[in-house]
């Protein structure tokens, strides 16, 4: 394991230098309702959150109490109520339909409880998904995307369907995907939720060793292992964002 978090920090580090002082992530009064008229709800209550750039971030709180849509707002999957998100120093609410998929695809990986694989293509195929979107040759795309499985443990396992592989190593796949366009941003909502001990601990070593690298790691977690592995916690509380002292981390 030490070994593949080497040559990881290795692949996702050599992005480094490239992008500004700015901070990776700054939300102010960022806040978000569902419905409208009486139905109306206010789900995330004005967050204020700033970032590092290669920080490891966890997410903690209830069910319920809107960590998904921040993570999902910070991550440029929705767009808040009103409030204001820079990411890598750029504003994210003067940015068209387009210059905002394309900011997703250049510098945010995303990482989900299922792996959400496509289930007739290769671990290979999987993985170099998001680089058709880039415009990147087919050759460079299965070499990128061979080079960074390999990373991650999956030499053997690059012409394998998902079915053909464990929960773990889908979700090694679902990050390899995550990391090939080298993000400077990896947004991952309970990453490890459906895996047991073992794939989980290799989840959150892959996770530190890429913020290790220099890129920014937000993840929602309940689990409070993983939360204690974070450089960082934010905890929400029915839609409201704070930032926990070491004795409540340690409850
Ligand atoms: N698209 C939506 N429309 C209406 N309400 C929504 C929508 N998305 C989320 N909500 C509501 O917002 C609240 C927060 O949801 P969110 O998914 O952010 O919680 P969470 O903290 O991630 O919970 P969990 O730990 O269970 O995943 C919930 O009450 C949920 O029902
Ligand atoms: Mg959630």
Redesign the pocket.
Not at 61 to 70: A, I, M, V
């Given at each position: 394991m030490i070994q593949l978090a080497k040559s990881l920090t290795s692949f996702v580090g050599s992005r480094c230098g490239t992008e500004s002082q700015a901070a990776s992530i700054e939300a102010v009064h960022l806040s978000k309702s569902?419905?409208s008229g009486e139905a109306e709800?206010l789900?995330l209550d004005q967050a204020n959150v700033r970032i590092e750039r290669g920080e490891f971030v966890a997410i903690v709180?209830?069910?319920?109490?809107?960590?998904?849509?921040?993570l999902n707002l910070l991550g440029c999957l929705d767009v808040a109520t009103s409030g204001h998100l820079s990411i890598n120093g750029e504003s994210v609410g003067e940015l068209n339909a387009k210059d905002m998929a394309r900011l997703r695809n250049r510098s945010l990986g995303f990482v989900f409880q299922s792996a959400h694989l496509m289930a007739k293509a290769s671990a290979l195929d999987n993985a170099a998904l998001p680089l058709v979107y880039a415009g990147i040759s087919r050759r460079d795309r299965r070499s990128r995307a061979a080079e960074v499985l390999e990373r991650l443990g999956l030499s053997d396992r690059l012409f394998h369907l998902p079915s053909q592989l464990s929960g773990g190593q889908q979700q090694r796949v679902a990050i390899a995907r995550a990391l090939v366009n080298r993000p400077s941003i990896v947004f991952a909502d309970?990453p490890t939720g459906a895996l047991d001990s073992r794939a989980s601990q290799n989840v959150l070593a892959i996770l530190k060793n890429v913020a290790a690298g220099g890129v920014t790691v937000v993840m929602?977690t309940?689990d409070p292992a993983m939360a204690g592995a974070a450089d960082r916690v934010i905890q929400?509380n029915d839609g409201r964002v704070s930032i926990p002292s070491d004795d409540l981390l340690c409850a």
């Open positions: 569902f419905g709800r789900i709180g209830p069910s319920g109490s809107g960590k998904s849509t921040l309970e929602v309940h929400v």
